[in-house]
């Protein structure tokens, strides 16, 4: 890692993930997830060469996706956050939650399929991209499906800012989003988040800060066949607090021998 990367690492608080981890099922409640991991599930179903039954979930968060794909599969999460796996087990006791790095991990089983998602935005440099890419596969059955995204592939614009506001019982949370690429040349940008929270209408004022890897769609795909996948690369569009986005879906299938 170059010492661009570890300095800006070292500003990456990523507090959602600590002491801020309370906010998650607030600001993003596991109802807001039924379209999505529906889609998921479709996904898996639909281009699948073996059938699937076992999912590893790596950087499985507070366990929202899980929430629906457990109705469909039997899930093993593994993530990094202690905070975040706390949340996953309350909301899925009958899922398996492992704390550990998914760029590392050895779980000694393999699986039918292998999800990432959203935890693969902090994949800081084409190293730590193609560890993780490597521990799906090392996890997969012949034949077993790794699904994946790249939710920013393109240019971040000069500053992308969008908000939203979510209560529950006594507690209101207006959540601020802005993101911003500082080194149009390198392979991560900045996602700063503030929390204006209400609590009996006393205001509390957080703010939070994430480092995220943005790579060129030909670097995903080169790395993923490189592990030594098949990959299908589509587009997927879809609407995010009103503003028209799309992101990449990679299906990659480790070959039957």
């Given amino acids: 890692m170059n010492k661009k990367i570890r300095r800006e690492r070292s500003k990456d608080t990523r507090r959602l993930y600590k002491d801020l981890s309370w906010t998650w099922p607030i600001i993003s409640p596991p109802e807001d997830y039924v379209k999505e991991g529906k889609r998921y599930k479709s996904l898996i179903k639909k281009h699948s060469q073996i059938p699937v039954s076992t999912l590893l ?16 599969f039997s899930i093993t999460g593994i993530d990094i956050s202690m905070n975040m796996l ?39 440099t084409k190293k730590d991209l193609s560890s993780v890419f490597k521990t799906a596969y090392n996890h997969l059955k012949p034949g077993g499906m790794l699904l994946t995204f790249a939710e920013e592939y393109n240019k971040i614009k000069q500053h992308r800012l969008s908000w939203s506001i979510h209560k529950k019982d006594d507690t209101e949370i207006t959540f601020i989003e802005h993101y911003y690429d500082p080194d149009p040349t390198d392979t991560t940008f900045e996602c700063t988040f503030v929390y204006l929270i209400r609590k009996k209408k006393r205001l509390t004022i957080k703010t939070d800060r994430h480092l995220c890897g943005l790579f060129k769609p030909v670097t995903w795909l080169s790395l993923l066949r490189r592990c030594g996948f098949e990959v299908k690369k589509q587009v997927y569009e879809y609407r995010y607090g009103g503003e028209k986005r799309s992101m990449l879906e990679f299906i990659c299938h480790k070959p039957i021998m």
Avoid: E
């Fill in 57 to 72: 979930n790596l950087g499985c968060g507070g366990g929202h996706v899980d929430w629906i794909l457990k109705n469909h």
């Fill in 86 to 124: 706390k949340l996953a087990k309350k909301l899925n006791p009958d899922v398996i939650y492992n704390k550990d790095d998914m760029r590392t991990v050895s779980l000694k089983k393999l699986f039918d399929a292998v999800l990432i998602h959203d935890s693969v935005n902090y994949m800081l």
